[in-house]
């Protein structure tokens, strides 16, 4: 950490635009979704990251559990532990004020019962000031969703491509495209509701399919790769900024490139250090006139004899 002043009250503050600074609630995106109002959502992982999304007024930051890859540089996201997620959603909890806040429940973290589930979900409340939690799946989640939902905790469903199934579903592909399979995420999603979920991902399924299902639903849902007509969208932070170090997929759109910034600073970092051109003097430390005065006066050491 560099030497600088301690971080005022006030500067710790987010600068929020007064006319977006209203804390995002449940209630608020229900009434977007009533008034048709897109609902903004991204992925953070970060203080700083999530400090920056949440000062551009995005509605709902999502801790997903993507960070296994894009953090941790594992290969799909079923590595990633309770242990990381809640420790994550810590560090997003202190950048963000006005957004809602989701976390992602890991793999494993629901799938052996669901009081295991229950109990990992509370952690993320509790240990970590999450004001939802997201789980993966569809009518097999029934169950949990209205436990979840009696233990006072909101519920946001995630069906489609589900990337904790990755390996049922052979990769990551667009699910729904025949007639009994988008008949079967209408009812997942139907069936979600029902129990308590409070919104729902859509994820890599037809457009017409995620209209359908929008239209359906009395709750909101977030799409990504699921068309326009959903009642908001969302996307990973770090395929926003070409942070991913692979091509992008049909349904990302790049607003930024992060990677390339990065890359020219530290270069040119390095150049200044191996050049003698960094620091110069301004970017260093004086003694006083007087004590340089005297220090210079006891001379340098002479090395010792051998
Ligand atoms: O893990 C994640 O980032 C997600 C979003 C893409 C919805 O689940």
Redesign the pocket.
């Known amino acids: 950490m560099s030497l600088t002043e301690p971080r005022s009250v006030d500067a710790a503050s987010h600068s929020v635009p007064s006319s977006t600074s209203l804390k995002v609630t449940i209630p608020t995106l229900q009434e977007k979704k009533r008034n048709r109002t897109p609902i903004s959502a991204l ?1 953070a992982y970060d203080y700083a990251m999530a400090r920056l999304v949440d000062e551009a007024s995005v509605d709902l930051v ?1 801790v ?3 960070l296994a890859m894009v953090m941790l540089g594992h290969d799909s ?1 079923l590595a990633v532990t309770m242990e990381e997620m809640v420790l994550f959603t810590r560090a997003v909890r202190r950048g963000v004020r006005r957004a809602l806040l989701a976390a ?1 429940m890991p793999y494993a973290s629901y799938h052996v019962s669901v009081a295991e589930g229950v109990r990992n979900a509370l952690r993320f409340v509790q240990e970590a000031g999450a004001e939802a939690v ?1 789980v993966e799946g569809g009518r097999n989640r029934v169950e949990l969703v209205e436990r979840l939902t009696d233990a006072e905790i909101s519920v946001i469903g ?1 069906i489609g491509l589900t ?1 904790q199934s990755v390996h049922r579903m052979g990769g990551y592909r667009v699910q729904g495209k025949s007639l009994p399979a988008a008949e079967q995420l209408l009812e997942d999603a139907l069936a979600l509701q029902a129990a308590g979920a409070v919104l729902m ?1 859509l ?1 890599g399924v037809p457009r017409e399919v995620a209209a359908r299902i929008t239209a359906e639903l009395t709750i909101p849902t977030i799409g ?1 790769g699921a068309g326009p007509e959903c009642d908001g969208q ?1 996307l ?1 932070l770090h395929d926003l900024l070409n942070m991913t170090f692979a091509p992008a997929a049909k349904f990302v759109r790049r607003y930024g490139d992060a990677a390339t910034l990065i890359r020219n600073a530290v270069e040119s970092y390095r150049k200044d250090v191996e050049s003698g051109s960094f620091p110069s003097d301004a970017e260093s430390y004086h003694l006083s006139a007087e004590t340089r005065g005297r220090y210079e006066r006891t001379g340098t050491r002479q090395p010792r004899k051998a």
């Open positions: 992925t999502l997903g559990d993507s996201t992602d997201k995630h990337p991902v994820e990504i969302i990973v």
